[in-house]
């Protein structure tokens, strides 16, 4: 089975319009392998537009990025980005969503394998035939997954899959996510408001800080968490996301 991408960002710099401030600025970032890494920080601080750049959707005005060493000009099916809205063309059957990816790629015959096969990874056994507008949410999102991986990517960048789920079902898609990781020898990067999922998912942590957009801490998280080493590093990451203060008092 392929291994995960490295992914490696070089002075990348990004502004929106010609004269506009720097949205983003990391002068370096490097994603190892497999390496499972969370990216936190607040509304606006530019963590989209980082996803965005790795994937190839955006170019950065400056620097570069990186795929197993060969620079990203392109968006590319094996470094697969998922958005927080899931996508999917409501005319189709889950199944047929899911098996979308496979017929560009001019491999339509394995769909049916690995559509049935992807359907049960993420807790959708017998959904296949099933139309879009007959799911939640979750199951939307979940289906959503599992096209994101019809194609074997090397890479799966998230951008904040769970925000618009419930407690439960963000607990659930979570775990099948974490089923998905350890499946496959991917390298995973996601963008997520909740520190929780980073704890969950993630065995690094980036926190970012806005205008501009930068990484300001880099932490590793430990395979084996006991309790009191879990809640201090909870701890130390809403502290990192804790919001600035009012620039002014509001007074009666
Ligand atoms: N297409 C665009 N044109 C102009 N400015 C943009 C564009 N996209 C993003 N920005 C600006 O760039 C900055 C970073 O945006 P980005 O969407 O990357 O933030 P984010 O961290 O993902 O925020 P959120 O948590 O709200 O999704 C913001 O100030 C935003 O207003
Ligand atoms: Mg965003």
Do not use: Y
């Not at 002075?11 to 994603?31: C, P």
């Not at 950065?60 to 996508?87: H, K, N, W, Y």
């Not at 359907?119 to 296949?128: C, H, I, P, S, Y």
Request: charged share 25%; with cysteine.
């Amino acid at each position: 089975m392929p291994s995960g991408f490295r992914i490696e960002l070089r002075g990348v710099t990004h502004r929106f319009g010609r004269s506009g401030a720097a949205a983003l600025e990391v002068s370096s970032l490097e994603i190892a392998p497999a390496e499972r890494v969370a990216v936190i920080g607040r509304s606006g601080c530019g963590k989209s537009t980082l996803l965005q750049i790795i994937a190839g959707l955006t170019k950065p005005s400056v620097g570069s990025v990186a795929i197993d060493g060969v620079e990203v000009r392109a968006p590319s099916p094996l470094c697969t980005l998922m958005f927080q809205r899931p996508l999917l063309f409501p005319w189709l059957t889950v199944a047929e969503n899911i098996a979308l990816a496979l017929r560009f790629a001019g491999r339509a015959g394995e769909a049916p394998a690995r559509v049935a096969r992807l359907l049960t990874l993420v807790g959708l056994e017998g959904r296949g035939q099933a139309r879009v507008a007959e799911l939640s949410g979750g199951q939307q999102q979940r289906a959503a997954l599992a096209r994101s991986l019809a194609v074997e990517p090397r890479a799966l960048l998230l951008d904040e899959p769970f925000s618009a789920l419930d407690a439960v079902t963000r607990a659930e898609l979570r775990h099948e996510i974490r089923t998905v990781l350890d499946a496959f020898s991917i390298t995973f990067v996601l963008v997520t408001h909740d520190v929780d999922d980073a704890l969950e998912l993630a065995d690094r942590v980036v926190v970012m800080a806005r205008a501009p957009g930068r990484i300001i801490d880099d932490i590793s998280i430990p395979a084996a968490l006991d309790a009191a080493r879990r809640a201090a590093l909870r701890a130390r990451l809403i502290d990192s996301l804790e919001p600035e203060p009012a620039p002014f008092a509001l007074s009666a």
